[in-house]
């Protein structure tokens, strides 16, 4: 079985920072991508960030250039460092991973509970 935590969320001011972190543990063999998507009330969840395991990044326009992703594979622990917050990234934001999974070494995809993040104007 694997379990994905998420951690850091919080209410920030704007032009604040935050930072969230994502933890898998369970029977893993190896993690493949990591990724970030988050969801505003009434909207679709929508992808954030994500890191592959070569360290290669892609982010969503709207955060280019704030947000930063990135991982410790010997922790099995993505992070993503949210810097100049708007209110408009205010949601929840969940952890996405794909996992190898012993001992067939099968590739799932694990989802988060999601950590809530709040940023006042």
């Known amino acids: 079985q694997v379990q994905v935590v998420e951690s850091g969320g919080g209410l920030v001011q704007a032009g604040g920072s935050l930072r969230l972190s994502c933890v898998a543990s369970g029977t893993i063999s190896s993690i493949n991508t990591m990724a970030w998507y988050r969801q505003a009330p009434g909207k679709q969840r929508d992808f954030v960030a994500g890191?592959?395991?070569?360290?290669?990044?892609d982010y969503v326009d709207s955060v280019k250039g704030r947000f930063t992703i990135s991982r410790d594979n010997a922790k099995n622990t993505v992070y993503l460092q949210m810097n100049s917050l708007k209110p408009e990234d205010a949601a929840v934001y969940y952890c996405?991973?794909?996992?190898?999974?012993?001992?067939?070494?099968?590739?799932?995809?694990?989802w988060g509970q999601g950590t809530q993040v709040t940023v006042s104007s």
């Open positions: 890191i592959g395991t070569s360290g290669r990044t």
């Open positions: 996405y991973t794909t996992v190898l999974v012993p001992p067939q070494n099968l590739e799932f995809q694990y």
